[in-house]
């Protein structure tokens, strides 16, 4: 069916999207009656006048008859334009036998989607998680926001849907294409609201993640995979460059196909893999502190008018300060909550989520900066993973060693001012805060660079950016500072074939969207060689 897609076509936000085809209508000249089948796209806030803030729509129109669709395009205005939307890949299965079942390592988003194409397409995967299923996560996770011990098993980083299940949820993400709506496609089909799939900066939200993981595991499941909880992979079986087996705290897996999703805090498991001969190389990753605002206060300064506030919700926003080395904002959480990134115990490092309704109040996001390789002090591969334990140990014991949250006002960290201990702020931590000066929780280049880049951030608000701000600290699980090398058209370890290494664990992906991708593609590799098992072949 012939499609005609329009773009940058505006609205005032106030206009319902009910009223979107009778605008499509208008701009194509044709009768309201003739806008039977459409959809959007993409939709963007244009916030750059708030004397009018505007929705900017992508729309796609179907149409019956492809002579009616050329002669509307004919002579119409730049944005409106046949338009065939790409197909997605739904690869055919190989031929070659597999002998045991595929593993999917990890439960976050890589695994998590790779599993579920395989499942669909017959290969009845196993799942493999270090921690525990959401039911007991979540229990785990609050013992530990209370004041209980810190289980380095099962809390905000490790346990099924990985750290991404409460790290707010955003999907943003800068690929696009049929691989991406086919991942946007099954969070809808678990409990996502259907406009992720076009909007700007899609958000499910940390409350709403676990009911989706939990959804997309049943699937799974129902397709005939397999999870097994609380298995930490711990050795490989590597038999003349093959794997042949898996070693597992829950025992000896057979399998020659396993795609590797651990995600970036399992250090241990790195350097398990590195022992094993698994090659690997250092990699920049982003650093830097996370910064609180009163929420109200970025509310004020995005729309201007408080009338926006109840159609268009809480404001969220991104900065880059541009200098010698640039500083930019990260993982934005509007209406959110500061939490502690803890995968090893006796150490601190911060992050933030916000549940889907946005409505705490406060903001925070990452101030984020890039450590390249040279800088790491050593040509180690796991240098970086060094540098993040050596900060994170200094800011759990500055901290005064109960994982409290070091925090000082932003501009007593831009003069160099220590806070008082006894000294009063405001935050959405609650475990407990300890004031402090964070000058020992980051390298010297990358406090010098947030310093500078700080008050540039603040001069494109108006001075609006650093009132009533506090920073926390350190943010140290930006991306991972390490890449498992692999095959490009391949896909599997240099040093081990059969393993597929993806996702942010593996150093080729960047959020929850493009771990999901990388994870699909190497499932995708997998489907096209091999044949879907047998269900005499899952006895192992």
Same mark, same amino acid.
């Given at each position: 069916?012939?499609?005609?897609?329009?773009?940058?076509?505006?609205?005032?936000?106030? $206009?319902?999207?009910?009223?979107?085809?009778?605008?499509?209508?208008?701009?194509?000249?044709?009768?309201?009656?003739?806008?039977?089948?459409?959809?959007?796209?993409?939709?963007?806030? #244009?916030?750059?006048? !708030? !004397?009018?803030? &505007?929705?900017?729509?992508?729309?796609?129109?179907?149409?019956?008859?492809?002579?009616?669709?050329?002669?509307?395009?004919?002579?119409?205005?730049?944005?409106?334009?046949?338009?065939? =939307?790409?197909?997605?890949? #739904?690869?055919?299965?190989?031929?070659?036998?597999?002998?045991?079942?595929?593993?999917?390592?990890?439960?976050?988003?890589?695994?998590?989607?790779?599993?579920?194409?395989?499942?669909?397409?017959?290969?009845? =995967?196993?799942?493999?998680?270090?921690?525990?299923?959401?039911?007991?996560?979540?229990?785990?996770?609050?013992?530990?926001?209370?004041?209980?011990?810190?289980?380095?098993?099962?809390?905000?980083?490790?346990?099924?849907?990985?750290?991404?299940?409460?790290?707010?949820? &955003?999907?943003?993400?800068?690929?696009?294409?049929?691989?991406?709506?086919?991942?946007?496609? !099954?969070?809808?089909?678990?409990?996502?609201?259907?406009?992720?799939?076009?909007?700007?900066?899609?958000?499910?939200?940390?409350?709403?993640?676990?009911?989706?993981?939990?959804?997309?595991?049943? &699937?799974?499941?129902?397709?005939?995979? $397999?999870?097994?909880?609380?298995?930490?992979?711990?050795?490989?079986?590597?038999?003349?460059?093959?794997?042949?087996?898996?070693?597992?705290?829950?025992?000896?897996?057979?399998?020659?196909?396993?795609?590797?999703?651990?995600?970036?805090?399992?250090?241990?498991?790195?350097?398990?893999?590195?022992?094993?001969?698994?090659?690997?190389?250092?990699?920049?990753?982003?650093?830097?502190?996370?910064? $609180?605002?009163?929420?109200?206060?970025?509310?004020?300064?995005?729309?201007?008018?408080?009338?926006?506030?109840?159609?268009?919700?809480?404001?969220?926003?991104?900065?880059?300060?541009?200098?010698?080395?640039?500083?930019?904002?990260?993982?934005?959480?509007?209406?959110?909550?500061?939490?502690?990134?803890?995968?090893?115990?006796?150490?601190?490092?911060?992050?933030?989520? /916000?549940?889907?309704?946005? #409505?705490?109040?406060?903001?925070?996001?990452?101030?984020?900066?890039?450590?390249?390789?040279?800088?790491?002090?050593?040509?180690?591969?796991?240098?970086?993973?060094?540098?993040?334990?050596?900060?994170?140990?200094?800011?759990?014991?500055?901290?005064?060693?109960?994982?409290?949250? =070091?925090?000082?006002?932003?501009?007593?960290?831009?003069?160099?001012?220590?806070?008082?201990?006894?000294?009063?702020?405001?935050?959405?931590?609650?475990?407990?805060?300890?004031?402090?000066?964070?000058?020992?929780?980051? =390298?010297?280049?990358?406090?010098?660079?947030?310093?500078?880049?700080?008050?540039?951030?603040?001069?494109?608000?108006?001075?609006?950016?650093?009132?009533?701000?506090?920073?926390?600290?350190?943010?140290?699980?930006?991306?991972?500072?390490?890449?498992?090398?692999?095959?490009?058209?391949?896909?599997? /370890?240099?040093?081990?074939?059969?393993?597929?290494?993806?996702? $942010?664990?593996?150093?080729?992906?960047?959020?929850?969207?493009?771990?999901?991708?990388?994870?699909?593609?190497?499932?995708?590799?997998?489907?096209?060689?091999?044949?879907?098992?047998?269900?005499?072949?899952?006895?192992?």
């Amino acid at each position: 069916m012939p499609s005609i897609r329009i773009s940058n076509l505006t609205t005032n936000v106030f $206009e319902p999207e009910a009223d979107l085809p009778k605008r499509l209508a208008h701009t194509l000249r044709v009768a309201d009656a003739d806008i039977a089948r459409w959809r959007i796209l993409r939709k963007s806030l #244009d916030a750059r006048s !708030r !004397r009018e803030l &505007k929705f900017v729509y992508t729309l796609l129109v179907e149409l019956p008859d492809s002579d009616q669709a050329a002669s509307l395009v004919a002579g119409k205005r730049p944005n409106v334009e046949l338009f065939s =939307p790409p197909l997605f890949e #739904d690869v055919p299965c190989g031929s070659t036998p597999l002998e045991q079942r595929p593993v999917v390592i990890g439960s976050g988003p890589a695994g998590l989607l790779a599993g579920y194409f395989l499942a669909v397409k017959g290969y009845q =995967p196993l799942i493999i998680e270090r921690g525990q299923a959401v039911k007991e996560r979540v229990p785990a996770i609050r013992l530990f926001d209370s004041g209980g011990p810190h289980d380095p098993e099962n809390n905000y980083l490790f346990g099924e849907g990985g750290a991404g299940t409460f790290s707010d949820g &955003k999907l943003t993400c800068r690929l696009s294409g049929p691989d991406v709506d086919w991942v946007l496609a !099954r969070f809808v089909e678990c409990g996502g609201k259907p406009s992720l799939m076009y909007e700007q900066r899609p958000h499910l939200g940390s409350n709403r993640l676990p009911m989706i993981v939990r959804n997309l595991r049943r &699937k799974i499941e129902e397709f005939g995979g $397999e999870y097994r909880f609380g298995c930490r992979l711990e050795g490989l079986d590597i038999v003349d460059g093959q794997l042949r087996g898996l070693q597992t705290s829950s025992g000896h897996i057979a399998t020659t196909q396993a795609i590797l999703g651990i995600g970036h805090s399992a250090r241990d498991t790195y350097q398990m893999l590195l022992d094993a001969g698994i090659p690997m190389t250092q990699k920049a990753f982003q650093l830097g502190l996370r910064i $609180e605002q009163p929420q109200e206060q970025v509310n004020r300064h995005k729309y201007g008018r408080p009338e926006y506030l109840e159609t268009l919700g809480a404001a969220d926003y991104t900065l880059t300060a541009r200098g010698e080395r640039d500083v930019y904002s990260f993982c934005m959480c509007a209406g959110g909550i500061a939490i502690p990134s803890i995968s090893e115990p006796n150490r601190f490092a911060t992050n933030g989520m /916000s549940n889907s309704r946005h #409505d705490t109040p406060f903001a925070n996001s990452g101030i984020m900066v890039t450590l390249e390789p040279h800088e790491f002090g050593g040509d180690h591969p796991l240098a970086g993973v060094e540098l993040q334990r050596r900060f994170e140990s200094a800011a759990f014991e500055l901290a005064g060693r109960n994982y409290f949250c =070091p925090i000082q006002s932003a501009h007593d960290f831009l003069a160099g001012r220590s806070p008082s201990p006894n000294q009063r702020f405001d935050s959405s931590y609650s475990r407990g805060l300890a004031p402090m000066s964070l000058d020992n929780t980051l =390298p010297s280049a990358v406090l010098s660079a947030i310093r500078s880049g700080l008050p540039l951030m603040n001069q494109k608000w108006r001075g609006d950016f650093l009132k009533n701000a506090n920073l926390i600290g350190p943010e140290m699980r930006g991306s991972s500072p390490v890449r498992i090398d692999r095959d490009v058209p391949a896909r599997q /370890s240099l040093g081990c074939r059969g393993l597929y290494p993806v996702g $942010e664990g593996a150093g080729f992906a960047g959020g929850i969207v493009s771990a999901a991708v990388d994870g699909l593609l190497s499932a995708k590799q997998v489907v096209r060689t091999f044949a879907p098992i047998q269900v005499t072949s899952r006895v192992e």
